[in-house]
C-alpha cells in the first residue's frame, strides 16, 4: 500500500543570498523526498521563499528599494540556487502568491471563528523620533533568559523566542533611541490554550523528533506559554481579514508557517487529490516531516502545531521533526546579519552539487554543529567521492573498457555480496524514514570500502590471464554493485548516479528495490564520476 509522505522545507527570508546554513538544514528534505518518491509512494515535497516581515523591509531600506522588489529578488536568486543544488521540490513558492494570501486570510478567519484569536489593547513600543510603532525586528535590547543581545522577538544568543514586552533595554533600531510604551488594538492568537495538545505531542514523539527539538521544544513550554499578537503594525504582509485592521498585517510567524499547508494544498489540488484527505490524522500510512535549522525549532514544534490544531482540520501534526544544528566558521554561528557566512553560490561555484550535497550529509550538523570550511570539503571529495566510490567503479569499467573494448560478459552474482546489498537497502531506507541521514550514507560508504576489498582480494586483473569464468564472475559481481549504487545513492549525489546509469545502459530506477542484471552489458561513454581538487 502507498504512503502519504509529506515535507516541508523551512521557508528562507527573501532578504539575501542563501549560504551553507540554509543548504545544510534543508537538504534532508531532498533526500527523504528522493527516497520515498523511489519507494513509489505518494509525495508532497514543498517550501518557498518568506517574503514579509521586517527583514524584507529593512533590506529595502538599506538598499533604497521596495520591499517587492527585494523580495522578487532573491526569491528568484534562491529558485536558481536550489536547482543548482539539485532539490527537486514538488512546488517551491513564496508567501507574495495569490494562492498563500487567499489560503492564509481564508484560515485567520477560520482561526478567528474557532475562537482562538481574539482583539485587545496593548502597550506596544513606539519611537518619538521615528514617530511610529516599532515591529519586534526593529527593536533590539537585552534577552531576559540569558542577558545576550536579542531582537524583540527572539534572543541571537540563546534562540530563545521572545514577545517584545520581555526584552529589556529596548531601543529603536533605526534611530537608537529608547522606546516608549503606547497603546496599541492587535488581534491575538491564543497559544496557551494548546499548552495540552503540545505535551502529547512531544511525550509521543519522543523516539521520532531529534533530541535538540525535544529538548528546545520542552523548554519553551515550561518557560510558559503566552497569547502572542497575530497582527503587526506593518503595510507589507498579508492583509489581515477584519474591519478596523487596514494598518496592519497578518504576523508573519503565522502567515509563513501555514505556508507549507497552503502550498501542499496547492499541489494537492493541481494533482486533484483532496489535501483534507490527504492530511487526516486518521490515515496510518501518513507520514510528515519538518525539516529546517536549529534556530526555527520553536516554530515547527509549539506554533506550527497549535495553528493547525486550532484550525479543526484533524489534519496530522509533526511526525518527523528533522532540525540540524548549526554550521559554523571559527566556532560561529553563521548569520547573514554578522556576514560571517560562506554562500550557497560561492560553494556552487567551487564545487559540483554531489560534492556539498555529500558533504553536507556525511559531514553535516545533524547532531551537533558543525565547523565547515572549503579544505574540509576538499578532502571529504578526494577521500569518498573520488578515492572510495569513483575508484571503485572507474577501476571496473575502465578495465573493461580497454580489456574488452567496454563489454562485460555475463556471470554468475556472488551471493555473499548480493545478501550485503539488499541488507543495505534495508538498512539505508530505514535510517532514511528516520531521518538519520548520516548513517545512511555511512552504510552506503560501508558498501563501498567491502566492494573495494573484494575487488582486491579477488585479483580480477589476474584471474582475467587464468581462470576466464571466474574473472566473469567477478566483475559481474562488480557490475551488480555498481549499478545497485545508481539507486542507493540516488537520494543523495544524484548525478554521480545518472552518470552510472548512462555508462551501463540502465534506465531510471523508481523503486527501492534490488537492481537485478542480465545478460551481457556494453559500456557507453565512459567517463570519470569525479575528478580529484588540488588546493
Not at 396 to 401: D, E, R, T, W
Not at 497 to 510: A, P, Q, S, T, V
Amino acid at each position: 500500500m502507498k504512503r502519504k509522505i509529506f515535507i516541508g522545507g523551512a521557508w528562507p527570508y527573501a532578504n539575501y543570498y542563501l549560504h551553507v546554513g540554509h543548504v545544510a538544514s534543508l537538504l534532508p528534505g531532498d533526500v527523504i523526498a528522493r527516497y520515498y518518491r523511489a519507494c513509489g509512494d505518494d509525495v508532497i515535497y514543498v517550501s518557498g521563499s518568506d517574503c514579509h516581515g521586517t527583514p524584507i523591509t529593512e533590506r529595502a531600506k538599506l538598499e533604497g528599494k521596495t520591499p517587492g522588489e527585494i523580495a522578487n529578488f532573491y526569491h528568484n536568486e534562491f529558485v536558481k540556487t536550489f536547482d543548482r543544488l539539485n532539490f527537486k521540490y514538488d512546488k517551491y513558492s513564496s508567501t507574495m502568491s495569490n494562492y498563500h494570501e487567499k489560503y492564509v486570510m481564508d484560515n485567520f478567519l477560520r482561526l478567528l471563528d474557532n475562537g482562538y484569536i481574539f482583539e485587545d489593547y496593548e502597550d506596544q513600543d513606539y519611537c518619538e523620533t521615528c514617530n511610529t510603532f516599532l515591529s519586534d525586528r526593529e527593536i533590539v535590547g537585552t534577552c531576559p533568559v540569558c542577558g545576550g543581545k536579542s531582537t524583540g522577538d527572539q534572543c541571537e544568543v540563546c534562540n530563545t523566542s521572545l514577545n517584545s514586552s520581555e526584552v529589556k533595554d529596548k531601543h529603536c533600531k533605526t534611530c537608537g533611541n529608547p522606546t516608549i510604551l503606547k497603546k496599541n488594538k492587535h488581534l491575538y492568537f491564543e497559544l496557551p490554550k494548546f499548552k495540552g495538545v503540545l505535551q502529547n505531542l512531544i511525550d509521543e514523539n519522543k523516539d521520532r523528533w531529534r533530541k535538540n527539538a525535544l529538548g528546545e521544544a520542552q523548554k519553551y513550554i515550561d518557560m510558559g506559554l503566552v497569547n502572542r499578537a497575530a497582527t503587526r503594525q506593518l503595510t507589507w504582509g498579508v492583509k489581515v481579514p477584519v474591519s478596523g485592521y487596514d494598518d496592519k498585517r497578518i504576523y508573519v510567524w503565522i502567515e509563513a508557517v501555514l505556508g507549507y499547508l497552503s502550498v501542499g494544498s496547492e499541489v494537492a489540488s493541481s494533482r486533484e487529490i483532496d489535501f483534507d484527505s490527504f492530511m487526516n490524522d486518521d490515515n496510518k500510512e501518513l507520514y510528515t516531516y519538518y525539516v529546517h535549522g536549529k534556530d526555527n525549532i520553536p516554530f515547527h514544534t509549539t506554533i506550527f502545531p497549535a495553528l493547525v490544531s486550532g484550525l479543526n482540520k484533524n489534519y496530522r501534526l509533526p511526525d518527523y521533526i528533522i532540525s540540524s544544528a548549526y554550521v559554523n566558521i571559527n566556532n560561529e554561528k553563521m548569520s547573514k546579519s554578522k556576514g560571517n557566512l560562506i554562500s550557497a553560490n560561492e560553494l556552487l561555484d567551487n564545487f559540483e552539487s554531489d560534492t556539498i550535497r555529500f558533504y553536507l550529509t556525511f559531514n553535516g550538523p545533524e547532531k551537533n554543529d558543525i565547523n565547515c570550511s572549503m579544505d574540509d570539503i576538499v578532502q571529504v571529495h578526494n577521500k569518498f567521492l573520488v578515492g572510495t566510490i569513483g575508484n571503485f567503479v572507474n577501476r571496473n569499467l575502465s578495465f573493461i573498457n580497454k580489456k574488452f573494448d567496454g563489454v562485460i560478459t555475463s556471470g554468475k552474482i556472488d551471493p555473499k555480496i548480493k545478501d550485503l546489498v539488499i541488507k543495505t537497502y534495508d538498512s539505508v531506507g530505514k535510517c532514511i524514514e528516520n531521518g538519520e541521514l548520516k548513517n545512511a550514507i555511512t552504510t552506503i560508504v560501508d558498501l563501498v570500502m567491502s566492494a573495494n576489498k573484494y575487488y582486491d582480494e579477488e585479483q580480477p586483473w589476474v584471474k582475467v590471464k587464468e581462470d576466464i569464468n571466474s574473472f566473469n564472475d567477478i566483475t559481474y559481481t562488480c557490475i551488480y554493485i555498481i549499478a545497485n549504487l545508481s539507486n542507493l545513492l540516488n537520494p543523495f549525489i544524484p548525478n554521480c548516479c545518472l552518470k552510472i546509469r548512462n555508462m551501463l545502459g540502465l534506465d531510471e530506477n523508481n523503486s527501492w528495490n534490488e537492481i537485478e542484471i542480465n545478460g551481457d552489458i556494453k559500456i557507453k561513454d565512459l567517463e570519470m564520476l569525479y575528478e580529484r581538487i588540488d588546493r
